[in-house]
C-alpha cells in the first residue's frame, strides 16, 4: 500500500492504485509497452500522481 500526503485532505492518507496499459510504436515500427500506475487518494478521490514504466519489447 502506497501512503502519501493529499493536499485535500492535509494529511499522509492510503492511495489507490490503478494500472492503465498502453502501447505505442516508435520511429522504426518497434512496439514499446508503457504501464502508467495513476494514484488516487483513498478518502477523497483526488489525484496525487502517476508513474510510468516503459517496458521495451524489442525481445519479441
Ligand atoms: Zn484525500
Redesign the pocket.
Same mark, same amino acid.
Given at each position: 500500500m502506497t501512503r502519501e500526503y #493529499?493536499p @485535500? &485532505?492535509k494529511t499522509i @492518507?492510503n492511495l489507490k492504485v490503478s494500472t492503465t496499459k498502453t502501447t505505442t510504436k516508435d520511429k522504426k515500427g518497434k512496439i514499446k509497452e508503457a504501464v502508467i500506475n495513476s494514484y488516487h #487518494?483513498e478518502? &477523497?478521490n483526488?489525484f496525487i500522481k502517476s508513474d510510468e514504466d516503459k517496458v521495451s519489447l524489442d525481445n519479441w
Open positions: #493529499c @485535500k &485532505c @492518507k #487518494c478518502e &477523497c483526488s
